[in-house]
């Protein structure tokens, strides 16, 4: 989900910056709203961060660089960090190096709402919104309007025994607790030899763990995925 740059403080500035008249559809490596960093992704109206026009419009001096107080006040704050060289003003360069920087991470989960409301072309429905505001309630377990650290691992373990209840239920067709060659299926099936660690040509329940902690960290081709994405089980 690389959709989105996070955000910097001048994002708010983007569409001057390009010279946009409103929002488009994100090019790769752009989150809604924000400068896209990659001049080589998205089509031809895809938007991107240009740095050096950035620079010309807050550049009061005419110094060709830009001081902590000529940057707009809602990006100040991110002064220190865009300045790698620590010489108190921001060049192009490190404008555009911290833009490509943020684009190689994460999105935050509440920019992932944002697009997911702000973007026309596929809205997300009340329906939708509904069903991700009830899941994070769920996560409230003792209901005083706050998420602490306890009640995501605790609401994590859940899913993951959710999860594994799901793959044996749909998989383990003798009820023995462990999936063999034959029972597999889909990515489990493609996969069977590498997830089969200890080689007993059966996958126990500590193996379909270790394959969803694969999934998580991102390996590719790993099964485990939620109902209805790759790497479900076929039936």
């Known amino acids: 989900m ?9 994002a708010a500035l983007f569409c001057t910056a390009v010279g946009l008249a409103g929002a488009q559809q994100p090019a ?16 031809k109206n895809a938007p991107r961060f240009d740095a050096a026009r950035f620079v010309k419009d807050h550049d009061k001096n005419g110094d060709g660089k830009l001081s902590k107080d000529e940057l707009p006040q809602q990006a100040q704050q991110e002064f220190t960090q865009i300045d790698t060289n620590k ?13 490509d920087r943020m684009a190689r991470q994460r999105p935050q989960l509440v920019e992932i709402l944002w697009y997911a409301v702000d973007i026309p072309e596929e809205p ?5 919104l509904q069903t991700a505001y009830d899941q994070l309630r769920k996560l409230d377990k003792n209901g005083d309007g706050k998420i602490d650290e306890n009640e995501v691992k605790q609401f994590r373990e859940e899913r993951k025994k959710q999860r594994m209840e799901h793959i044996f239920q749909a998989l383990d067709k003798n009820k023995d607790g462990k999936i063999s060659k034959d029972e597999a299926r889909g990515l489990w099936a493609d996969n069977f030899d590498q997830l089969d660690k200890n080689k007993d040509g059966v996958l126990d329940q500590q193996e379909v763990d270790a ?14 995925g939620r109902p209805g994405q790759p790497g479900q089980p076929q039936k």
């Open 87 to 99: 010489d108190g003003a921001l060049t192009a360069e490190e404008l555009q190096q911290h833009a």
């Open 28 to 43: 790769t490596g752009a989150r809604p709203g924000n400068p896209g960093v990659d001049k080589n992704a998205g089509g």
């Open 2 to 10: 690389r959709l989105w740059t996070k955000a910097l403080g001048f």
């Open 211 to 224: 394959a969803f902690s694969q999934q998580a960290a991102g390996q590719p081709g790993q099964p485990g």
């Open 124 to 128: 997300a429905t009340t329906h939708e």
